[in-house]
Structure formats: structure tokens, C-alpha cells
């Protein structure tokens, strides 16, 4: 079945830019999707990226898909301290029936 | 206001005592979710409907039931629950399947002892 890895924990200084990055096995995904966590909340939808772009930008936020690669990444410009939250990828298959997840990074922003 | 609403947000309960966590959404979307999270696993899919009367297996449904009979409602059942789904769990929904932007409930903590 479709595996998605990320890496557990992420620190960085508030200002500094962060890239949270994500691999994936499933070549036929639609749809990648970043959705953020925080303390006691559900999973919000912070962008997502069609599987034959290579770039989406909005705003702070910098979606990068290498499909040759499989990788995806999160670039979060100018972070703040209220960006502290747990960042999960999540690829559609390509049925578009089931969405896999990865275990989720945790970001962590000092002042 | 738009949302996914699930019932209760947290419940304590022994082995073997049958038990329904309420999922309800006001966005007339068609396909509904259901995830557990546990550290270090991410989100991990039990059941999913992609409309009324219509529901198949994710990664993970041993232990547990689903049904869809209002296209608004999905409750999930656990008919025997035992201490290994303890666990936190998540209703979501989405217009049209996993290639349309999920909302996600709150989430209920449920633990079995």
C-alpha cells in the first residue's frame, strides 16, 4: 500500500524560514495535501498541489513536488511563533477514495 | 457555521461495553472518514463512505462498525472495544472523495482500560 514518510521534529528561530519535507510512494496520487495541527484541534487544510504542477505558492507558504523523486515539501516563510503545530502530508490515491498520511512533523518555533 | 461535529470529545470506558462516536456535518458533503491517530503513526483511515448507503474498509477497520443512512450522519460503532483502541479519533468530510479538501471534527480521545 501508498507510504508516506516524514521526519518527527523540526526546531527553527522565529523570522527564519522552514522546510518541512515528505516522500511518498504512490506515483498515481491526484492530489498532495499539507494539513496543520495544533494542541487539541482537528486537522486544518493549510494548500495542497496537483500532481502535475511543480510549484504552488501562497503567500508565506511554498508547496515544492518532485515527482521523479516522489518528495514534497512545505516552505513556510517568516515563521512565527504561532506556526509552532504539527505538519502532516497526505497523498490521495488515485481513485480519489482514501487519503494516506504521513506520521506528521512537529514544528517547533523559538522566540 | 460550516463544520463536522463529533460527539463526545472525551470518553473513558472498560473492555467489552459497546460504544457510538457521533460524527455530523452541515456542508451536504457526500464522502465522510473516519481516522484514529496514534504518536509517531500520523492518521491512520478506518472506514469511509462516499455517499448514503455506501461504505468500504480503510487501513485499519478490525473492531470497528460504520453506517451512513442519513447522508449528514456517520456514526462509529465499536461493538467490543479493548485497550488497543485507545486512541484519538477523527470525522472528517469532503464534497466529492479524498481529491477535495477534508474537514475535520475536533476529534474524541477514547480510552479503554
Known amino acids: 500500500g501508498e507510504d508516506v514518510e516524514q521526519s518527527l521534529f523540526l526546531s527553527v528561530r522565529e523570522g527564519d524560514s522552514s522546510v518541512i519535507n515528505c516522500t511518498y510512494t504512490?506515483?498515481?496520487?491526484?492530489?498532495l495535501y499539507w494539513y496543520k495541527q495544533e494542541p487539541g484541534a482537528g486537522l486544518q487544510l493549510l494548500t495542497y498541489?496537483?500532481?502535475?504542477?511543480d510549484m504552488k505558492q501562497d503567500q508565506r507558504l511554498t508547496v515544492l513536488l518532485n515527482k521523479k523523486d516522489k518528495h514534497l515539501s512545505l516552505r513556510i516563510a517568516d515563521t512565527q511563533t504561532g506556526d509552532s503545530a504539527i505538519y502532516f502530508c497526505a497523498e490521495s490515491d488515485n481513485a480519489g477514495n482514501m487519503l494516506t498520511f504521513g506520521g506528521g512533523t512537529r514544528l517547533m518555533v523559538k522566540p | 457555521e460550516a463544520q463536522v461535529t463529533q460527539n463526545p470529545r472525551y470518553l473513558i470506558t472498560v473492555t467489552g461495553k459497546k460504544l457510538t462516536v457521533t460524527c455530523s456535518q452541515n456542508?451536504?458533503?457526500?464522502?465522510m472518514s473516519w481516522y484514529r491517530q496514534d504518536p509517531g503513526l500520523g492518521l491512520r483511515q478506518i472506514y469511509y463512505?462516499?455517499?448514503?448507503?455506501?461504505?468500504d474498509k480503510g487501513d485499519v477497520p478490525e473492531g470497528y462498525k460504520v453506517s451512513r443512512k442519513e447522508k449528514r450522519n456517520f456514526p462509529l460503532i465499536l461493538e467490543s472495544p479493548s485497550p488497543n483502541q485507545t486512541s484519538l479519533y477523527f470525522c472528517?468530510?469532503?464534497?466529492?472523495?479524498?481529491?477535495?479538501?477534508?474537514?475535520f471534527g475536533n476529534g474524541t480521545r477514547l480510552t479503554v482500560t
Open positions: 463512505s462516499m455517499n448514503v448507503e455506501v461504505t
Open positions: 498541489i496537483f500532481s502535475n504542477m
Open positions: 472528517a468530510s469532503s464534497r466529492s472523495g479524498a481529491n477535495s479538501p477534508l474537514h
Open positions: 504512490d506515483s498515481s496520487s491526484t492530489y
Open positions: 456542508m451536504n458533503h457526500e464522502y
